[in-house]
């Protein structure tokens, strides 16, 4: 089965957005002060990377620290790319060691709030010690460098530990959204191969502790080749029920650290080692895991850190990501430790207690730069402008969005509400977990046009084509590609090369993402949404193939089919459509079960809004669920061309 099937005719929300954008949205024009104070020329950078593109990156791996230098930039041949091979480097070197032999020894790296207020703050000299305990603790498990460790944490500051302690032995880590169900878990774990699972027994979530252990006892169950799982006490005590380990191969995160264990040679890997692999969700049903190497992903969330985000020595940066997302791998951890900066993280909803509590903490630690989702602003927006003026947000200069469409009338909203205290900006930036940092986007120096994302960054070769390859004429739809590779690109699709080939296959010689975009006569991108059976929920990716094959998993279920819908806060919501087996009651609890079911098995994030019950789904002569027709339906519109429904 292909992994995914693109097309290039747009979605009926699709065509409704992109309607609205030609009828133009004012620009922001940027201000004047923070243009001037851009760390990116970028029409220069662009000549620069466009006349010599080796020489571009050479200049921005300079940036960091090597054990030993590459000898080639790139080798390129298509789908594969390697980048600073020869090249040898550890990543928290780069992350922690260099600050911790500089006046940064004493700065804070991490200041970590807990949703039950509780706060932590890391200085680089101390996140130095408490990775390098952790490392010695993986060693001593027997970790090794190429190992997998799979992690399912919530975003507390031990989450950051173990990502950066399997960095320092250059064992490879795979973080689990700790909102995801036992079967995405197990899945993961078994893809990944991991010989250990780092988790924490609880997560807090809205007030409630939310048990994780249960979910983790379930996934590694059968699987032998977990040897030890080691448990973060987030929410139990001794004492406590929780608290008692099920089997021998459990141990307290802490207790096994020796305190004086604070040294840990890094271990020095080539370029291309895998850094991380992050499962992602395409249109199988089975996790897409992901991978980054060392190297080149570092060169370039260490450049765009800066060079992007603007992010600067004195300043305080919050990013409301997640370790599990992408963003929370390049833009909490492994870009900004890497330029020395502070990170402010919080565990918790963005509006638990209340939506206020964000501009609380905004004010409270004068953040100068945010990063956020779509999502997350509508939210904001929905309730009201009252709560962010009460607080002073005058430090705020940068906000970036990324992860689903930036919506104009919420870009309009933080524009006026959240930055314009500060006289600051609204950034939209278009990046994947599979390219890991900001590709398309809105400098300071130039305007801001909502709904569009922006231009390309220097050093990307975007393009948007029709299928055959050739570029559509500007104001029209295509398919979004990349026509060179990135260094901060993913490298593989682990355990299954056929499917990271396929990114390159569907339009030869170019990198597809599978999305729909239209670019206008100035250069602006605007990203319309998924080309393929890929949901958007609350800036999370979601396959639609993911939950049908979940329903399927249910006993009263023979058939199902999933849309997106759109929402008005989340961007879509999952309406699922199912069939039941023959004989099966429609009783009153049918429904909360197999929305249970799917939050069981999946996660919340995955569970649909909306369910129906349908005596047959429409179906090509083929036998294929024509989704598009049911949208269609479901949203009261003109489905469109018929002729290929079998019934
Ligand atoms: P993920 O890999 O989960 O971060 O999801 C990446 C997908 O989110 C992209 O393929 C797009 O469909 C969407 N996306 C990310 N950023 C933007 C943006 N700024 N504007 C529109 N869509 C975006």
New binding site residues.
Partial sequence: MPDRALSVDMSVTQQATLQSLLKGEAPIQAPAWLAQQCAMDHPAETAKAEADLDGFWAEKAEALDWDAKWTSVLRFEPPNHAWFEGGRLNATVNCIDRHVHSDRRNKAALIWVGEDGEERTYTYNRLYREMNRFANVLKRMGVETGDRVVIYMPLVPEGVITMLACARIGAIHSVVYAGMGTNSLKARIEDAGAKVVVCSDFVFRRGKKVPLKPTVDEAVRDLSFVDHVIVHRRGSRPGDEEYRFESEREHDFYDIQQPRDIHCDPVSVDAEHPLFILY?SGTTGKPKGVVHATGGYLVGVNYLATAFFQIQERDIYWSTSDIG??VGHSFIVYGPLSIGATVLIREGAPDYPGPEVAWELAERFGVNVMFTAPTALRMWMSHGSEAPSRFDLSRLRLLAC?????NPEAHRWAQQVLVSQGNGMVV???????IAGPVLGTLPTFEARPGR?GKPMPGVHAAVVDRTGQPVPDGQGGLLVLTQPLPHMLRTVWNDPARYEAYWEDIPGCYC???VAVKDADGYYA?L??SDDVL?VAG??IGTADVESSLLRHPAVAESAVVGLPDPIKGESIKAFVVLRPGTPHGPGLLASLRDHVREDLGPIATPADIEIRDSLPKTRSGKIVRRYLKAQALGLDPGDLSTLAD
């Avoid at 990324?402 to 930036?406: K, R, S, V």
């Avoid at 939209?428 to 599979?434: K, L, R, V």
């Fill in positions: 992602t997302w992408i990324a992860g689903e469409p930036l939209d930036n278009w990046w994947q977990t599979e994302v993402a599978g999305d990203v949404g998924r958007n999370h990716r």
